[in-house]
């Protein structure tokens, strides 16, 4: 079998507009929380946003066989632990349990969507476009979930953040993109060796990944012309 059929073996098959519907729902998590938290419906809508994000990621990799199996669950344990942390009748204890749970779930989806975008042959078209934006922003909101669990766990991890235990997501996804984009404004820092060595793997992690997407891209754009 050639390196061709072989990238084609190994490449997914995702539903029609499933990259463009995960995009979507990503997109609307990130712009529309911080607003409907500012007129006070935070927990609601971001209840409800990572709800439509979970369906969406779960339609995007439907074609995964065992592993579609393992996101599905690891989604319906986030939701669920999700739903109980914003219940008034329960207190902090399934807050942590459900970031792990969320950690795992969009690092496996970003891991997913990444492994066909490297195995794709062809045209560079907007869905896979769309794809790999949504690795870059499901990495960025994962180390989001991460450091506020940190956060959580050792309230002192962390440098400008002034919220309390079941705080708001905005701030560490502010700072998680900021870390994963090394632009480094320093109004929020780490300060304990556990959040500071995510920081700089989450900094890591976005340069390696920017390079080595921008060459499959240009790659695969180049090698168009003699496919046809």
Same mark, same amino acid.
């Given at each position: ?126 869905? =896979?476009? &769309? @794809?790999?934006? +949504?690795?870059?922003?499901? /990495?960025?909101?994962? #180390? %989001?979930? $991460?450091?506020?669990? *940190? ?31 090394? =632009?480094? &404004? @320093?109004?929020? +820092?780490?300060?304990?060796? /556990?959040?500071?060595? #995510? %920081?700089? $793997?989450?900094?890591? *992690? ?23």
């Amino acid at each position: 079998m050639s390196n061709s059929n072989q990238a084609n073996a190994q490449a997914l098959n995702p539903p029609t507009h499933g990259y463009t519907v995960l995009f979507a729902a990503l997109m609307a998590l990130w712009i529309l929380a911080p607003f409907a938290r500012a007129a006070g419906l935070g927990d609601a809508v971001e209840l409800v946003l990572l709800t439509i994000l979970m369906l969406a990621a779960g339609y995007a990799t439907s074609d995964q066989g065992k592993r579609f199996k393992v996101i599905v669950t690891l989604g319906i344990i986030m939701g669920l632990l999700i739903w109980i942390n914003f219940s008034p009748w329960f207190d902090i204890y399934p807050f942590v349990p459900a970031k792990i749970a969320g950690i795992a779930f969009f690092l496996l989806v970003a891991y997913e969507l990444l492994v066909d975008i490297l195995a794709k042959q062809g045209r560079v078209d907007m869905s =896979l476009i &769309y @794809g790999a934006l +949504s690795v870059y922003l499901l /990495i960025g909101i994962a #180390f %989001a979930w $991460l450091y506020e669990a *940190i956060y959580v766990i050792d309230p002192g991890a962390f440098k400008g953040i002034e919220i309390n235990p079941l705080g708001e997501l905005d701030e560490f996804q502010y700072f998680s993109f900021v870390t994963l984009t090394t =632009l480094g &404004y @320093g109004d929020i +820092s780490p300060t304990s060796r /556990i959040a500071g060595s #995510f %920081a700089t $793997l989450e900094a890591i *992690i976005g340069q390696v990944y920017l390079t080595v997407l921008v060459a499959r891209l240009v790659g695969m754009q180049i090698s168009q012309p003699s496919q046809e």
